[in-house]
């Protein structure tokens, strides 16, 4: 309980902090093709450069800090957590250099925190997810979305029958934006797994669900 207190507190600190900057998440800009027979997509041969601008900094791109609480549910061992994740929203377009819907967002995060019942043990992990905002849901003020994804996580803990502390991380969820002034909110329901797919003789995994707040800034 006290690092779910430790975490709401650290995350409520940073989003007072935060302003607005970038409009990865607008739905609303860039509906036409942006290559076309005039105007070619760049050569795939070209991605690896342009992937180090991003990695620089010079792909315009939203950012986003959120405190997320999560349990397992299909095994003997409950486990409880509590992480805060950093997340980088691109333009799917702007990061693969072809046409996409505006729709259609791609989304890297980085994620740390703890296990919370039993005796606290660290865990943390890096995703890439592809987020797809559905339009003909949204209202003045709610976003909604879907995304999903892959990652690796390590967890400082293993249940019984869990080969490796480093597993993969496939995850799915749904979630919305919630716009007022300033830079909007997000909350999200997310189903994630961990398990290390065949490289350990023991693959017992694990199934989760969680729940995210955050804010862009």
Do not use: C
């Amino acid at each position: 309980m006290k690092l779910h207190l430790v975490a709401l507190g650290v995350f409520g600190l940073a989003a007072l902090a935060v302003g607005q900057s970038g409009h990865a998440y607008d739905i609303e800009q860039g509906r036409a093709p942006r290559y076309d027979a005039t105007n070619p997509a760049p050569s795939r041969w070209e991605l690896p450069a342009h992937w180090l601008d991003l990695a620089q900094g010079e792909v315009p791109h939203d950012r986003a800090l959120t405190a997320s609480f999560g349990a397992s549910y299909d095994s003997s061992e409950r486990i409880e957590y509590a992480l805060l994740s950093y997340h980088w929203l691109f333009d799917y377009r702007d990061v693969w250099l072809h046409n996409a819907p505006p729709e259609l967002k791609f989304k890297i995060e980085l994620s740390a925190g703890a296990r919370t019942n039993d005796e606290p043990r660290f865990m943390g992990s890096g995703s890439i997810l592809a987020m797809y905002f559905l339009p003909r849901l949204a209202t003045e003020h709610l976003q909604p979305y879907l995304e999903a994804g892959v990652g690796g996580i390590y967890t400082d803990f293993r249940r019984e029958g869990q080969g490796l502390r480093w597993n993969f991380h496939p995850q799915l969820g749904i979630g919305t934006l919630i716009r007022g002034d300033g830079a909007p909110w997000l909350v999200a329901l997310r189903f994630s797994h961990i398990s290390n797919a065949g490289l350990a003789e023991d693959n017992a995994g694990i199934n989760a669900l969680s729940l995210a707040v955050g804010r862009y800034f």
